[in-house]
């Protein structure tokens, strides 16, 4: 089992930044491909960012590509994703998840996934 806890999230202007944090305990981190996903009101939930889990390879959403960026410490058993030029349709709750296999952008090829932290973006 992999316990995930993120943080970070809260309340920010239209063109601001946020830095989220998804910390994880249990089994060897690094042995993990991370993902972040959000979920806005009546949507359903979708892809943002990944990263793997030797090479650090990153994906993105063209919907967040060039403003946000994913990021792992596997020292610290840490994901973060630092998201710059927030838009108010960046609003939501995003999620961190956890899988041992590799390729493809659907939530269901996630094994472990966190609480999530909500992020409000005002215009």
């Known amino acids: 089992q992999v316990q995930l806890v993120e943080s970070g999230g809260g309340l920010v202007q239209s063109g601001g930044s946020l830095r989220l944090s998804c910390a994880a305990s249990?089994?060897?981190?690094?042995?993990?491909?991370m993902g972040w996903f959000r979920q806005a009101p009546g949507k359903e939930r979708e892809f943002v960012a990944a990263?793997?889990?030797?090479?650090?390879?990153?994906y993105y959403a063209d919907s967040v590509k060039s403003r946000f960026t994913i990021s792992r410490d596997n020292g610290k058993n840490t994901v973060y994703l630092q998201m710059n030029s927030l838009k108010p349709e960046d609003t939501a709750v995003y999620y961190c998840a956890a899988r041992s296999s590799v390729g493809g952008y659907s939530p269901l090829s996630y094994n472990y996934w966190g609480q999530g932290t909500q992020v409000t973006v005002s215009s």
């Open positions: 990263i793997t889990r030797v090479a650090f390879s990153t």
């Open positions: 249990g089994r060897t981190f690094s042995n993990y491909n």
